[in-house]
């Protein structure tokens, strides 16, 4: 009866030690499968636009830029882990236009100085940041004038020299009128020629009208005597009036350099780039401002006076107006609202994941501290 029941457990045993050698193989050959090559397509469209030193567009139709080089080294490494060549396709977008190409699907990724903020992250997925800057505020040069430059400014303007102007002719007046009725008294100070006459009556008008009253030149006749004594009351207000229009004439000479950082902002004509962070920044803060397709036209309209200031992302401002021929422009010296850029994707883009690791891998490198030089040499923050 025992024998009867180890016949099936020796059989039950053999069984066992025959699968486990056939599991372990099974098991090895799982282990030493190849890994799976990335699904990347042939061609990736990259959505882009010209916004210097990012993203430029080259005589020959082509791209160059900080970001247009990484997505080039990430290009590469894509290519290594999918095992195949890929091509990108470059289009140019205006920005809003770019932004609802990404939401849509109809691009693979945006590629230029994308901002990330809550309501893009909403509407499409964004790669890791690649650069941190903010925004900046562009002002004509003559903003930048103060102390000495800033006086000489105010006393060469027209209203200042319209002042001058006036009392130079009351003076003359007064010159004119004193010497007209003294020159042919007997022993009068004013018996000269015309010119001379004239002359020493500018000297007696200033001294009298400035309340210093040397002696010196005094007129004798009754005609004269009344004429001095018209001017020296006349001189209280004109005095008075020349001080109260000379400070006025300095104090608007510095409220045109009243744009000191993004507080003055209110008080001036502001442009800016339509759809762009810079845009929802001044909208959030109830600051009127006009806009432009382009930081370049918004700029043009700084040159051309018809606004104060041009707010947008502090690196390009800077690249922009360093690059401009005239100099008529100067950037602010002052990064406000913090951002990061980073490559715009379609939501649940199966690139982000793969663009990551080599963006980490490329924006950690020698290579692209070299690349930052390259571009933005002295501007960097």
């Excluded at 139709?61 to 997505?71: K, Q, R």
């Excluded at 022993?187 to 002696?215: C, E, M, N, P, Q």
């Excluded at 009127?288 to 040159?303: I, P």
Aim: charged share 20%.
């Amino acid at each position: 009866m025992i024998r009867l029941r180890v016949v099936p457990l020796l059989i039950s045993l053999l069984v066992l030690l025959c699968c486990l050698p056939w599991s372990g193989s099974h098991s090895f050959a799982q282990s030493t499968d190849p890994p799976e090559t990335l699904d990347i397509p042939d061609q990736l469209i990259v959505a882009t636009r010209d916004v210097p030193p990012f993203a430029m567009q080259n005589e020959s139709g082509g791209w160059d830029g900080i970001s247009i080089d990484l997505m080039r080294s990430i290009k590469a490494d894509l290519e290594e882990e999918s095992k195949h060549e890929i091509q990108l396709r470059f289009e140019s977008y205006p920005l809003d236009e770019m932004l609802d190409a990404v939401a849509a699907g109809r691009i693979d990724i945006a590629v230029a100085a994308v901002t990330v903020n809550a309501e893009r992250e909403r509407r499409m997925d964004f790669t890791h940041a690649f650069f941190s800057s903010g925004l900046g505020i562009a002002v004509g040069s003559a903003q930048r004038r103060s102390g000495w430059a800033g006086i000489v400014d105010a006393v060469l303007s027209p209203t200042f020299l319209r002042i001058l102007s006036g009392l130079l002719t009351a003076m003359l007046i007064s010159a004119v009128a004193v010497y007209f009725f003294e020159r042919k008294h007997h022993g009068s100070d004013f018996k000269y020629g015309i010119v001379r006459g004239i002359g020493v009556g500018l000297w007696w008008a200033a001294v009298t009208l400035t309340t210093v009253g040397y002696g010196d030149k005094v007129p004798k006749t009754l005609p004269g005597r009344l004429i001095g004594l018209v001017w020296m009351f006349s001189g209280l207000f004109i005095i008075a009036s020349f001080t109260a229009a000379v400070t006025s004439a300095l104090t608007v000479n510095q409220l045109r350099s009243r744009v000191a950082g993004p507080a003055d902002l209110p008080r001036v004509k502001v442009a800016t780039v339509a759809g762009s962070t810079s845009a929802d920044y001044l909208r959030m803060r109830h600051i009127r401002f006009r806009s432009f397709e382009t930081v370049e036209l918004a700029l043009q309209c700084l040159t051309e006076a018809r606004c104060e200031a041009v707010v947008y992302d502090a690196p390009i401002l800077r690249h922009l107006v360093l690059q401009a021929e005239e100099g008529d422009l100067f950037v602010l010296p002052v990064t406000f609202e913090r951002q990061s850029y980073a490559f715009a994707l379609p939501s649940n883009s199966p690139l982000r994941e793969p663009i990551n690791q080599s963006l980490l891998h490329r924006t950690s490198s020698s290579a692209w501290e070299d690349t930052l030089q390259r571009y933005l040499g002295s501007i960097q923050e």
